[in-house]
């Protein structure tokens, strides 16, 4: 492919990229890191993408028996501690009410920073420059405090080393339409199981779910959306067509990933261009 000489507006990369790993999550139906690795492999040709197992057990590996023991239990010490039991904002804490997460239908969820800085400790020196980018998928629910007086909130994409690229929160984290929590609430209050199936078929197409056959198009757009943070310091667009929006609803992310068109915006495009990497969307 050709490239374009980039224009006077495309920052100069932080960093170039060497090594793309890329980690399943075993427990995700339909996910599939193969297919992504080639993508990322098309979308970024000087990288070689290596997809592999889930990160625990891919890092854990290195280690004896003996080793893996005790670091599973000193890994499932921190797990705990990541967890989340109160959502309030941390420095309002003393003036609010504690904030119960399964309240908010979380039966579990953790404090994405903090597992972020466990897991780091697993990825190997030789393996931890700028130039390596570790990519984990995982369905642990994550998300963080945007700020010290704002509430916990779900957030797919956690940047850094290892960047964490939560499933659950990406089909928990956007809302859904209000017309449908409506119908969903009248279906369900009247106890009417067929209504209810008619709604949640009529609102499919707009909506992400548990095993969608559109998963993998969707993760694109977490995994462009980390490479072009460790590129550029910028992971987000406002261009409702570009894979790199930061949806806040099913649709807009549906509509940013999934159909033929999907790509970057022309602004972003560039960019890619001008670390030799190939948009899909020439
Ligand atoms: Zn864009």
């Not at 854990?60 to 797990?79: C, D, I, K, N, Y």
């Amino acid at each position: 492919m050709a490239r374009k000489r980039s224009t006077d507006e495309t920052p100069e990369a932080l960093t170039r990229l060497a090594h793309l790993y890329l980690y399943d999550e075993p427990e995700a139906p339909g996910l599939d890191v193969d297919y992504l690795g080639r993508y990322l492999a098309a979308v970024l040709p000087t990288c070689e993408a290596h997809p592999r197992t889930d990160f625990l057990t891919h890092h854990l590996a290195r280690f004896s028996e003996e080793q893996r023991e005790t670091l599973g239990e000193q890994l499932l010490g921190q797990f705990q501690r990541a967890r989340v039991d109160n959502l309030a904002p941390p420095g309002l804490r003393k003036n609010l009410p504690a904030e119960d997460p399964t309240e908010a239908g979380w039966d579990e969820v953790y404090d994405g920073p903090s597992l972020q800085a466990v897991l780091h400790l697993l990825i190997p020196p030789e393996e931890s420059h700028l130039s390596e980018l570790h990519l984990s998928l995982t369905s642990l629910r994550l998300g963080l405090w945007p700020a010290a007086d704002q509430s916990f909130r779900l957030s797919p994409a956690l940047f850094g080393e290892p960047n964490l690229l939560s499933l659950t929160s990406l089909l928990e984290g956007p809302e859904v339409s209000r017309e449908y929590e409506f119908m969903r609430a009248q279906m369900a209050m009247f106890g009417l199981e067929e209504g209810l199936e008619a709604v949640e078929d009529r609102f499919a197409p707009r909506m992400l779910a548990e095993g969608d056959p559109r998963l993998n198009e969707v993760v694109k757009g977490l995994l462009l959306q980390a490479v072009f943070y460790r590129l550029f310091g910028e992971a987000f667009c406002p261009g409702p067509a570009c894979r790199l929006h930061n949806a806040t609803t099913q649709e807009e992310l549906l509509e940013a990933q999934t159909g033929p068109g999907a790509g970057l915006c022309e602004r972003h495009r560039e960019w890619l261009w001008a670390v030799e990497g190939a948009p899909e969307r020439a």
